[in-house]
């Protein structure tokens, strides 16, 4: 029998944010007398915000672990269509539905984090056939707590320490998870197993179709630093993630990865909203007024992630591209597929470990 202690191992044990939730979910189900445990994120999408079941666990087996990048936000229930989890979230505080009497069966609502963050808001909730005790309570808050500790910490990592955004690091982990072929009936043990940690730089694995990678660049970046500084400049890549945040939607990751160099791991159904979604962004750019520098503008390239690809040459595909459009007049989004289809961009000749273009 597993104890509160193995569950915190497995906990702190991970390099991934995105299985914490499995594994809280994972240890509440296997610790307390609960019949399921829900874990619900709050996704955005250009203003509006939808549940999301990242997690259901059903103590008798089954249960679902979503991707969220594979999910049609459409079909998503809106906050209002679940009110005792809205309740919740905005309270900051349990919330109990007996829905069968007092004696009876009940829901238990907690916040996944006790403060207001917006891009993680999220709760947790039991299903159990009575009242949780006090000692459930107390583990299920210790078990919160290390996981929002562990949260932390990882996307402390994870993270630009200008922008926010997630960092070059983070794209190899997410690569080798996020793209992975979604794995039918899958509960946990075979996810956790598929965690990207100590997998070599350029491990290639099979992957799904509609995973796509953007790098994007801001045009004339140096001559915009020289000509204002690098306090301005460094104001501009602060607005520029913004409006990538704004633009794109929750549960595509967004990077930087140095530098004016931004860039966009996303699933989409088809080539003609990916570019779609890139052109919103670059016209976004365009029309926004920065402080001090006025108008600037940013090229874009985007690649399908094929079954061959590793993260360094999928990135590699895009910053061709990308460079494709800087030299094609700036202020352009391509699809490296397009180029290629149209044969205005040839195929790199590789000499040792130099790439000759």
Same mark, same amino acid.
């Given at each position: 029998?597993?104890?509160?202690?193995? /569950?915190? $191992?497995?906990?702190?044990? *991970?390099?991934?944010?995105? $299985?914490?939730?499995?594994?809280?979910?994972?240890?509440?189900?296997?610790?307390?007398?609960?019949?399921?445990?829900?874990?619900?994120?709050?996704?955005? =999408?250009?203003?509006?915000?939808?549940?999301?079941?990242?997690?259901?666990?059903?103590?008798?087996?089954?249960?679902?672990?979503?991707?969220?990048?594979?999910?049609?936000?459409?079909?998503?229930?809106?906050?209002?269509?679940? &009110?005792?989890?809205?309740?919740?979230?905005?309270?900051?505080?349990?919330?109990?539905?007996?829905?069968?009497?007092?004696?009876? &069966?009940?829901?238990?609502? $907690? &916040?996944?984090?006790?403060?207001?963050?917006?891009?993680?808001?999220?709760?947790?909730?039991? *299903?159990?056939?009575?009242?949780?005790?006090?000692?459930?309570?107390?583990?299920?808050?210790?078990?919160?707590?290390?996981?929002?500790?562990?949260?932390?910490?990882?996307?402390?990592?994870?993270?630009?320490?200008?922008?926010?955004?997630?960092?070059?690091?983070?794209?190899?982990?997410?690569?080798?998870?996020?793209?992975?072929?979604?794995?039918?009936?899958?509960?946990?043990?075979?996810?956790?197993?598929?965690? +990207?940690?100590?997998?070599? &730089?350029?491990?290639? /694995?099979?992957?799904?179709?509609?995973?796509?990678?953007?790098?994007?660049?801001?045009?004339?970046?140096?001559?915009?630093?020289?000509?204002?500084? /690098?306090?301005?400049? =460094?104001?501009?890549?602060?607005?520029?993630?913004?409006?990538?945040?704004?633009?794109?939607?929750?549960?595509?990751?967004?990077?930087?990865?140095?530098?004016?160099?931004?860039?966009?791991?996303?699933?989409?159904?088809? =080539?003609?909203?990916?570019?779609?979604?890139?052109?919103?962004?670059?016209?976004?750019?365009?029309?926004?007024?920065? +402080?001090?520098?006025?108008?600037?503008?940013?090229?874009?390239?985007?690649?399908?992630?094929?079954?061959?690809?590793?993260?360094?040459?999928?990135?590699?595909?895009?910053?061709?591209?990308?460079?494709?459009?800087?030299?094609?007049?700036?202020?352009?989004?391509?699809?490296?597929?397009?180029?290629?289809?149209?044969?205005?961009?040839?195929?790199?000749?590789?000499?040792?470990?130099?790439?000759?273009?």
């Amino acid at each position: 029998m597993t104890t509160l202690i193995d /569950h915190v $191992l497995k906990l702190s044990d *991970h390099r991934d944010r995105d $299985l914490l939730e499995l594994t809280l979910s994972k240890a509440v189900i296997d610790l307390l007398p609960v019949q399921r445990i829900v874990i619900a994120r709050v996704m955005t =999408e250009e203003g509006e915000q939808r549940w999301l079941e990242v997690v259901r666990l059903d103590a008798k087996g089954g249960g679902k672990v979503v991707d969220p990048l594979r999910v049609e936000f459409s079909t998503l229930p809106r906050l209002d269509d679940a &009110p005792d989890r809205l309740r919740c979230l905005q309270s900051r505080a349990m919330v109990e539905v007996a829905w069968a009497g007092e004696e009876g &069966p009940r829901i238990s609502l $907690l &916040p996944l984090f006790s403060d207001s963050r917006k891009d993680d808001e999220g709760v947790i909730e039991v *299903h159990s056939e009575a009242a949780l005790t006090a000692d459930a309570l107390l583990t299920i808050e210790q078990l919160r707590r290390i996981y929002r500790n562990m949260y932390f910490l990882l996307e402390y990592s994870d993270r630009d320490a200008l922008t926010g955004l997630l960092n070059r690091k983070s794209l190899d982990d997410a690569f080798y998870s996020a793209v992975l072929e979604e794995l039918a009936g899958v509960t946990g043990e075979s996810v956790i197993a598929g965690q +990207p940690a100590g997998l070599e &730089p350029e491990r290639r /694995h099979r992957v799904p179709a509609n995973y796509w990678l953007g790098s994007v660049g801001i045009d004339d970046f140096d001559l915009l630093n020289d000509k204002h500084g /690098h306090l301005i400049a =460094e104001e501009l890549l602060l607005l520029v993630a913004r409006v990538m945040n704004n633009t794109f939607r929750t549960y595509d990751r967004i990077y930087r990865f140095g530098g004016e160099h931004f860039g966009v791991l996303m699933h989409c159904p088809d =080539e003609a909203q990916v570019l779609a979604t890139f052109e919103r962004f670059r016209s976004n750019v365009e029309k926004f007024n920065f +402080p001090q520098v006025g108008r600037a503008t940013v090229s874009c390239g985007f690649t399908p992630v094929t079954a061959d690809d590793s993260p360094s040459s999928a990135l590699e595909k895009t910053e061709r591209t990308l460079d494709f459009a800087r030299r094609d007049g700036k202020n352009r989004a391509y699809s490296h597929l397009d180029l290629m289809r149209r044969g205005v961009l040839g195929e790199a000749v590789k000499f040792g470990d130099a790439d000759l273009f």
